[in-house]
């Protein structure tokens, strides 16, 4: 079985990215373009040699099509997800899944309903940095985990090489939080391991952005573990970096080389200093993961409910910087 995959919009960076993906997977093919900038699409298509639709309702009707690829504005993804699903469609998406909880309940509604398969592109889940980190805390040698912080930075808005229209407030519903933020806020969620009752956000408008180009988030959890988030569109030379804490040991990853530390009380006497643990290979990527669940009619219920809980997390910072207080996570249960 050859997956035909309709593209809907090639707003985001990572647009080409996922096209290069189908177009080197052998059981898919790129066969359909539109994009809500048809100008934009028209150029697209015609480089993939592949028909450009001007309504996204004419090619989802298309009976050959079995899936699409969503890199549309974040504003956009409850109503073309949506849409695609009830066209029964398959659906690969660009994180987030959307900007809000009740928009995302509403796309999964959509989707168990028409029984379609859905993967959100969370990349950094499958590297081997997180697969070694999570044997590490599976075999509990850092004790009771105290601390997390993941950052993710770089100087796109310095730099000037972003996309002007990463700093749309309408298309975005966010800047370097919702864009950079969105891989640390899920890998310090995955690390501590347990639920995240409250956020507190706080926003620096460094380069005068209608959108954020600095942020920080402080996650809360009931036993008193604290994550951290950081992300940044302003900074130069800054490392994507992960320090985990416990009661017995400390890990460390990007510091500011890519290796991986440990230092602890528990496990082999080598742990006593600092040691650099060698990485597993990363697993399959979120799309080849995608056309798996498609194929062997199985669903990626780890990789939505991560999605679900990042868009609760992404949501609840917004409201929190927005607001200037600490948001209980209580508040979005809908």
Same mark, same amino acid.
């Given at each position: 079985?050859?997956?035909?995959?309709?593209?809907?919009?090639?707003?985001?960076?990572?647009?080409?990215?996922?096209?290069?993906?189908?177009?080197?997977?052998?059981?898919?093919?790129?066969?359909?373009?539109?994009?809500?900038?048809?100008?934009?699409?028209?150029?697209?298509?015609?480089?993939?040699?592949?028909?450009?639709?001007?309504?996204?309702?004419?090619?989802?009707?298309?009976?050959?099509?079995?899936?699409?690829?969503?890199?549309?504005?974040?504003?956009?993804?409850?109503?073309?997800?949506?849409?695609?699903?009830?066209?029964?469609?398959?659906?690969?998406?660009?994180?987030?899944?959307?900007?809000?909880?009740?928009?995302?309940?509403?796309?999964?509604?959509?989707?168990?309903?028409?029984?379609?398969?859905?993967?959100?592109?969370?990349?950094?889940?499958?590297?081997?940095?997180?697969?070694?980190?999570?044997?590490?805390?599976?075999?509990?040698?850092?004790?009771?985990?105290?601390?997390?912080?993941?950052?993710?930075?770089?100087?796109?808005?310095?730099?000037?090489?972003?996309?002007?229209?990463?700093?749309?407030?309408?298309?975005?519903?966010?800047?370097? $939080?919702?864009?950079?933020?969105?891989?640390?806020?899920? %890998?310090?969620?995955?690390?501590?391991?347990?639920?995240?009752?409250?956020?507190?956000?706080?926003?620096?408008?460094?380069?005068?952005?209608?959108?954020?180009?600095?942020?920080?988030?402080? $996650?809360?959890?009931?036993?008193?573990?604290?994550?951290?988030?950081?992300?940044?569109?302003?900074?130069?030379?800054?490392?994507?970096?992960?320090?985990?804490?416990?009661?017995?040991?400390?890990?460390?990853?990007?510091?500011?080389?890519?290796?991986?530390?440990?230092?602890?009380?528990?496990?082999?006497?080598?742990?006593?200093?600092?040691?650099?643990?060698? %990485?597993?290979?990363?697993?399959?990527?979120?799309?080849?993961?995608?056309?798996?669940?498609?194929?062997?009619?199985?669903?990626?219920?780890?990789?939505?409910?991560?999605?679900?809980?990042?868009?609760?997390?992404?949501?609840?910072?917004?409201?929190?910087?927005?607001?200037?207080?600490?948001?209980?996570?209580?508040?979005?249960?809908?």
């Amino acid at each position: 079985m050859t997956i035909r995959i309709g593209k809907i919009s090639l707003w985001h960076v990572h647009a080409w990215d996922y096209i290069r993906q189908a177009e080197q997977h052998e059981e898919t093919v790129l066969a359909a373009v539109w994009d809500e900038n048809a100008e934009r699409g028209k150029e697209a298509a015609e480089r993939l040699d592949v028909p450009f639709f001007p309504e996204l309702g004419t090619m989802l009707a298309q009976d050959d099509l079995q899936a699409v690829i969503v890199d549309a504005p974040t504003r956009l993804h409850r109503e073309v997800i949506v849409a695609a699903a009830k066209a029964g469609k398959h659906i690969f998406t660009e994180k987030v899944l959307a900007p809000t909880l009740a928009e995302t309940n509403e796309i999964l509604a959509a989707v168990r309903e028409h029984g379609v398969k859905l993967t959100v592109s969370l990349p950094r889940l499958n590297e081997g940095y997180t697969l070694k980190t999570l044997d590490i805390l599976q075999q509990g040698l850092l004790g009771k985990i105290t601390h997390v912080r993941a950052r993710l930075s770089h100087n796109g808005a310095i730099g000037e090489w972003l996309p002007e229209h990463f700093y749309s407030l309408e298309d975005c519903l966010g800047g370097a $939080l919702i864009d950079l933020g969105c891989h640390p806020m899920y %890998l310090a969620k995955l690390f501590l391991g347990e639920e995240v009752t409250g956020v507190q956000a706080n926003f620096g408008y460094v380069t005068g952005k209608e959108v954020e180009d600095n942020a920080v988030v402080t $996650l809360f959890t009931e036993s008193g573990a604290i994550g951290v988030v950081e992300a940044g569109f302003v900074n130069s030379h800054s490392p994507f970096t992960i320090e985990i804490h416990g009661t017995e040991g400390s890990l460390l990853y990007g510091t500011p080389e890519a290796k991986l530390l440990i230092r602890t009380n528990k496990g082999p006497e080598a742990y006593r200093e600092w040691t650099e643990v060698p %990485l597993p290979d990363r697993k399959e990527s979120a799309f080849n993961q995608w056309v798996s669940h498609i194929l062997d009619d199985t669903q990626a219920v780890d990789n939505v409910d991560m999605a679900v809980e990042l868009t609760r997390l992404m949501e609840a910072s917004n409201i929190s910087a927005k607001e200037g207080r600490k948001i209980s996570l209580h508040e979005l249960q809908a």
